[in-house]
């Protein structure tokens, strides 16, 4: 962006500063610390020129919103044109609770519904099972059948609203139960909107949620992308997760360097099956943290787009735009949030917040201020939400499109960040001979993502105790007063009231019906069919969540067993 003379000027005016300027201010006061750098260990200089941005190619490298390769953003007038989806997370006890949250949501201008589910239901088992006692609705909103489903939508028309389900193992019955949620409102299925998280790379990654092995896993998950794009065009049927690797606790880089990679595996997965790149590739979506630094996860986002889009071109022969077009959520960094003085957490949050719309975000989710404590508190919620909508409406952060970009610290970090990530994701397609999708499954089964993560969150942890990353309220400026707020509980009543619904539901179904769509869902499997389909029929016969799991348990085994974790 400029030429070698000028480039040579400010460098020979820059080594005048020094020496001139800095080095008496550095002679007499010093700095703060002798070495800056982000929370992810990435070391930021003083001072950025042009010079280190010189091998920036404007129109290759940055260009133009909405044009490739979409550093600046996906869409050429991005939020002047509408904001992003304002999506908060809910979901707790009932399903009545949670359809009475959600209506709370709604009716406070959520402009996207975000489902939490309770841990029975993300592993695939029913709340009537041992394994599910004093866990039912605790995290999250148990869903056992079609039934569960029906009331938490209750008195809303999912033709108009976009809802995101945040599960995986199990996301395809939770998918099929929305399927044919649709089919009795009447929605054609073509009409609804929405996006299934369904990432099983980042279970065994990172979350260690799981039911059946990495291989059968990857293939329910291809079987969700293929009956996506015949019948619910509009439903993003994969939202690729590098949320969940960030809490586990690794670096900024390594986030977005697994998460492309998981990306890239799922796209080479669906290749295989016979689709075609652009057919698919418009509705993969990604779901990415953000942390406090905030320059580094600006830069993560814009760089993401970039590999994104670069990659899908050259490696994968994506043609339309829309498959080399990066659309990402964004959640703040949950790990970030303290249990000491936690209403600090709404200054971290929206930080952390801004950075996401600074960084070219599709839809946002913050987290309040009270989640380190419990189930966030409706009060709690509400600060969440206006959070956001003072972003969005007086901050005047939404009325610039990509307002860092030609900054030179925030070009050089979009560089550095793409340079690591990109080392990163090569040694991980090494790792498989050329294939994306076999070096994260060798990777997945040698313990090499575990490893990288553990490494990063144990040097972090480490640079926190010896108080060289400060944590407010936690190793500096603590105090010793209570200041925990009121925090949600989650009734007792509530698994009694789940069981209750079961039995009934139970007790009411045609059990032929349900032992035969069960059988129609052994014999997919047995014959190597798209199983979709089939349970579809199945949650429509009002079999559980948990028979219809134990269905691909029994045929695939429990990975569990597999790996001696039994």
């Known amino acids: 962006m400029y030429d070698d003379d000028e480039l040579e000027a400010i460098q020979s005016a820059g080594e005048d500063w020094e020496s001139e300027t800095l080095e008496p201010v550095l002679d007499r006061f010093g700095e703060r610390k002798d070495r800056f750098a982000t929370i992810s260990n990435l070391e930021v200089d003083r001072l950025y020129t042009p010079n280190d941005v010189a091998d920036i190619d404007f129109l290759e490298d940055l260009g133009f919103p909405g044009e490739e390769p979409y550093t600046r953003g996906p869409y050429p007038t991005m939020y002047r044109g509408r904001t992003w989806t304002m999506r908060q997370f809910a979901g707790f006890g009932t399903v009545e609770e949670t359809n009475e949250r959600f209506h709370y949501l709604i009716g406070e201008g959520q402009t996207g519904l975000s489902t939490a589910f309770d841990m029975p239901t993300l592993m695939g088992l029913d709340s009537d099972d041992p394994m599910s006692d004093g866990e039912v609705g605790k995290e999250g909103v148990a869903v056992d059948t079609l039934r569960d489903m029906e009331v938490l939508f209750d008195g809303i028309d999912i033709g108009d609203v976009s809802t995101s389900f945040t599960i995986n193992p199990s996301a395809p019955v939770i998918y099929a139960m929305y399927v044919a949620l649709a089919d009795q409102q009447d929605v054609p299925r073509e009409q609804i909107r929405g996006t299934l998280q369904n990432d099983m790379f980042k279970e065994f990654i990172a979350q260690k949620e799981w039911v059946i092995p990495p291989e059968p896993a990857l293939k329910l998950v291809t079987d969700v992308v293929e009956f996506s794009t015949e019948e619910t065009p509009k439903f993003h049927p994969i939202s690729v997760s590098g949320y969940h690797i960030r809490e586990a606790g690794s670096t900024a880089i390594q986030e977005l360097a697994f998460t492309l990679a998981d990306g890239f595996g799922y796209v080479e997965d669906a290749v295989e099956r016979g689709l075609e790149v652009d057919e ?287």
């Open 280 to 566: 698919f590739a418009p509705r993969l979506s990604f779901f990415f943290n953000c942390h406090n630094s905030f320059f580094e996860e600006i830069a993560k986002f814009r760089a993401a787009r970039r590999i994104y889009a670069r990659v899908m071109d050259e490696w994968y022969d994506a043609e339309h735009a829309e498959s080399k077009r990066l659309k990402f959520h964004t959640q703040t960094a949950g790990q970030s949030l303290t249990a000491q003085q936690p209403i600090n957490n709404v200054a971290r949050v929206t930080i952390q917040a801004l950075a996401g719309v600074l960084g070219g975000t599709q839809s946002l989710h913050t987290n309040s201020f009270d989640e380190a404590l419990a189930l966030p508190s409706e009060k709690a919620v509400r600060v969440a939400l206006r959070t956001q909508q003072i972003i969005a409406e007086e901050s005047g952060a939404a009325d610039i499109v990509d307002p860092l970009g030609g900054s030179f610290a925030v070009e050089s970090l979009t560089n550095e960040i793409e340079q690591e990530a990109m080392a990163y994701i090569e040694e991980i397609r090494e790792m498989g001979d050329g294939s994306v999708r076999d070096g994260i499954l060798n990777g997945i089964d040698d313990g090499y993502f575990l490893r990288e993560i553990q490494e990063a969150s144990y040097e972090y942890q480490e640079r926190v105790e010896r108080g060289e990353e400060i944590v407010v309220g936690v190793n500096k400026f603590t105090i010793d007063e209570d200041t925990s707020p009121d925090v949600l509980h989650v009734g007792e009543t509530a698994q009694e009231t789940q069981l209750e619904r079961l039995e009934r539901t139970k007790a009411e179904r045609d059990e032929e019906a349900v032992t035969a769509a069960l059988e129609s869902v052994q014999s997919a499997i047995e014959n190597d069919e798209n199983t979709i389909p089939a349970i579809v029929e199945a949650v429509k016969a009002y079999a559980t969540m948990g028979e219809i799991m134990q269905v691909f348990e029994d045929h695939y085994g429990a990975y569990t067993e597999q790996i001696g974790l039994a």
